[in-house]
């Protein structure tokens, strides 16, 4: 059975970094593009960032390129989002995703596996 779980999520003040981790199982995972995804209150799920099986590639929303980082840990089944500067509107429930595609998608119907969510909360 695939779980994808998400962890590191809290309150965090406005300019504090925090790193969100994803474990991944039952799936394999050095196959998967992974992908993270945030929703927060009233608004649809919104595509953040993904990387490559290998991790040589990675792809960002604009609206977090430069403060958001993504890496992978093959041989750990992990997958990690590194949030630098946080600010009040990043506050939602992020996401861990796998996609068997070999493209880096930011479209939610590409990607098959879904964690359970962490919720951030980023306080000014």
């Known amino acids: 059975q695939v779980q994808l779980v998400e962890s590191g999520g809290g309150l965090v003040q406005a300019g504090d970094s925090l790193r969100l981790s994803c474990a991944a199982s039952?799936?394999?995972?050095?196959?998967?593009?992974m992908g993270w995804f945030r929703q927060a209150p009233g608004k649809e799920r919104a595509f953040l960032s993904a990387?490559?099986?290998?991790?040589?590639?990675?792809r960002y929303a604009d609206s977090v390129k430069g403060r958001f980082t993504i890496s992978r840990d093959n041989a750990k089944n992990m997958v990690y989002l590194q949030i630098n500067s946080p600010k009040p509107e990043d506050t939602a429930v992020y996401y861990c995703?796998?996609?068997?595609?070999?493209?880096?998608?930011?479209?939610?119907?590409?990607?098959?596996?879904w964690g359970q969510g962490t919720q951030v909360t980023v306080s000014s």
């Open positions: 990387i490559s099986w290998a991790g040589t590639g990675t």
């Open positions: 995703a796998g996609s068997n595609r070999y493209y880096l998608s930011s479209s939610l119907n590409d990607y098959n596996y």
């Open positions: 039952g799936l394999a995972f050095s196959k998967q593009v």
